[in-house]
């Protein structure tokens, strides 16, 4: 079994930063994508960033430039560093990681508020 716990999230003002982090423990051999979506009020889940286990990376188009993916595959975690934050960035951020043939693991949510 692999489990995910995250950690990071908090209130920061506008322009600021936060550091999320995606700690994976179990079967960890068995990971290969690792990443997060959010989900604001009201609003539908979206991806935020990607990374896979060979270090390749993907980002929606919002956050491109402000925000920056990475893994410790050592460590079996993953980050997500947050620069210039923005309200609407202001979510319940829930990470995620993909085994092959397995079904998508998710963290259990963070929340991150970003006061104006």
């Known amino acids: 079994q692999v489990q995910l716990v995250e950690s990071g999230g908090g209130l920061v003002q506008a322009g600021g930063s936060l550091r999320l982090s995606c700690a994976a423990s179990?079967?960890?051999?068995?990971?290969?994508?690792m990443g997060w979506y959010r989900q604001a009020p009201g609003k539908q889940r979206e991806l935020v960033a990607g990374?896979?286990?060979?270090?390749?990376?993907n980002y929606a188009d919002s956050v491109k430039d402000r925000f920056t993916i990475s893994r410790d595959n050592a460590k079996s975690t993953a980050y997500l560093q947050m620069n210039s934050l923005k309200p609407k960035d202001t979510a319940v951020y829930y990470c995620?990681?993909?085994?092959?043939?397995?079904?998508?693991?998710w963290g259990q949510g963070t929340q991150v508020t970003v006061s104006s």
């Open positions: 179990g079967s960890t051999f068995s990971i290969n994508d």
């Open positions: 995620y990681a993909d085994r092959l043939g397995e079904v998508r693991l």
């Open positions: 990374i896979s286990s060979g270090g390749r990376t």
